[in-house]
């Protein structure tokens, strides 16, 4: 038998290769999409894939391009670019409705992601999101003015993080796709159902962000919750119990 946790890879051309890992089940597939610099080892990714697998649901994990174990330069990357990874692994692996689920940047790709496939696609290949601290527009909020006129004029913006070993790094071809992919500023012709989970004690993805996803999304069917104690990451046992279980009320609304 292989290992059930080694990764598979995408090919493209011209384009670096993905690491994947794709259960098969009934649908909608669950499609989870990490924070910055983040990847599909962490532990809500694990946790998710994990429970989707041994209730028969499909799941879909990803690295993108320069991040985990997919090829490419990180710094080379914008957010359409992993955008773009996202759409290549669902025309890929996922059949038919996707339901998915984006952890702080991972949700701001979420929104644009989504957008992409009801616009090609129709409407119906999006069962529904469920965001994590989405973080849509953080190139806007997220920065003081100084630290936008040192990614400007120094091409990036190198910063000390408590979630990685490894330093943040924002570069001005980031900055500059994330400010032109802006959403909060408009209305989002998204209708399916949304779930919106943030930490009251979130540093870094203020909860009013998600009450303004909430305002901005067409849909009539978005809920708020706003986790009590709840940090950023929102990885506590009942965090990722949460998370679960309001995935699964979305996968399974019957």
């Not at 339901?99 to 790709?109: P, R, T």
């Amino acid at each position: 038998m292989t290992d059930p946790i080694a990764p598979d890879f995408l090919d493209r051309s011209g384009r670096p290769r993905l690491a994947y890992r794709h259960v098969a089940g009934r649908g909608p597939t669950i499609v989870f999409l990490p924070g910055y610099m983040s990847d599909m080892a962490g532990g809500k990714a694990t946790a998710l894939f994990d429970w989707a697998a041994t209730e028969g649901q499909a799941c879909l994990l990803l690295d993108s391009a320069g991040c985990g174990l997919s090829d490419g330069l990180f710094a080379e990357q914008t957010l359409l670019d992993w955008r773009g990874d996202v759409l290549d692994l669902i025309d890929a692996k996922a059949e038919g409705p996707v339901l998915i689920v984006g952890s702080s940047m991972g949700g701001w790709l979420m929104l644009l992601t989504a957008l992409a496939l009801v616009q090609r696609d129709g409407a119906a290949r999006v069962a529904g999101l469920v965001g994590i601290a989405a973080a849509p527009d953080f190139t806007d909020w997220g920065f003081s003015d100084a630290e936008k006129a040192i990614i400007l004029a120094e091409g990036a913006l190198v910063e000390e993080t408590p979630y990685s070993d490894q330093p943040y790094m924002t570069t001005r071809r980031f900055f500059q796709s994330g400010e032109a992919n802006r959403l909060l500023g408009a209305d989002i012709p998204l209708t399916c159902p949304v779930r919106l989970l943030h930490g009251q004690e979130d540093g870094d993805v203020p909860p009013d962000i998600s009450l303004r996803l909430s305002a901005a999304l067409a849909s009539e069917d978005v809920q708020v919750t706003l986790v009590k104690g709840g940090d950023h990451r929102l990885s506590r046992d009942g965090d990722i119990a949460l998370l679960i279980d309001t995935v699964a009320r979305l996968a399974t609304p019957n």
